[in-house]
């Protein structure tokens, strides 16, 4: 079965560090890749998606991800965090020829002023 | 522009009572629909997704249920509640057809007592 794996569950970083979340994934076929966020209080809304091309994608607010095939990985990378970057953050998965969104567990960011 | 709709926004529920949790969106035409669970350090968990009118796709075997009777209208429901379907659900869709973006609702907290 297909899976999404977020190793990092929790992270404190302070501001202006830099940020990499990793996300990994279990399949072989053509995907598609997506991190959304989920500030306090709001929607989960998009953050950045990959489905073809060039393998580094860029989404709002400067964060970054990075598709790498060969070890099934779509990690976000933000060079210098701010305090309102404190959310939690999923990596989801769909693949070609099925509807079906598998997201991984998330990753709760904290951004210390 | 697409809006879509979740309530009620809070519920406490008596286990073994029933649920009906309701979802619409307003600016689209045959979306796909999603129904997820949100669990603390457990993700999204996939319940129910359509592709069009009385078509459900069940992804885990448990107690709820899904119906789509209009278009643009998905709802949740549970003959009988038990302590561990308490949670925060969301609802979601997506452009017929298509492996894309997922738009997600404000969410139901439901705590069962």
């Known amino acids: 079965a297909q899976s999404v794996s977020q190793h990092n569950h929790h992270v404190i970083l302070s501001e202006a560090a830099s940020l990499e979340l990793g996300c990994n994934y279990s399949y072989g076929g053509t995907v598609n890749l997506f991190w959304y966020v989920q500030y306090p209080g709001q929607h989960l809304q998009l953050l950045l998606k990959?489905?073809?091309?060039?393998?580094l994608v860029k989404g709002i607010k400067g964060f970054e991800a990075e598709f790498i095939k060969s070890k099934f990985s779509f990690n976000l990378r933000k060079p210098s965090v701010q305090w309102s970057d404190t959310a939690e953050y999923f990596c989801?998965?769909?693949?070609?020829?099925?509807?079906?969104?598998?997201f991984g567990t998330g990753t709760r960011l904290k951004v210390l002023a | 522009s697409q809006t879509i709709h979740q309530w009620p926004a809070t519920l406490v529920q008596p286990v073994g009572s029933p649920l009906s949790l309701e979802c619409t969106v307003e600016g689209t035409s045959n979306p796909n629909l999603y129904w997820y669970r949100q669990a603390a350090g457990r993700g999204l968990q996939l319940l129910f997704y359509s592709v069009g009118i009385g078509q459900i796709s069940s992804e885990v075997p448990q107690n709820l249920s899904a119906s789509r009777p209009q278009d643009r209208q998905f709802i949740l429901s549970s003959k009988k509640l038990l302590l561990s379907d308490s949670g925060f659900y969301l609802c979601?869709?997506?452009?017929?057809?298509?492996?894309?973006?997922?738009?997600f609702g404000p969410g139901t907290r439901l705590t069962v007592l």
């Open positions: 989801a998965v769909t693949t070609s020829g099925t509807y079906k969104y598998i």
């Open positions: 979601a869709w997506v452009s017929r057809g298509r492996t894309d973006t997922q738009y």
């Open positions: 990959y489905f073809s091309g060039d393998p």
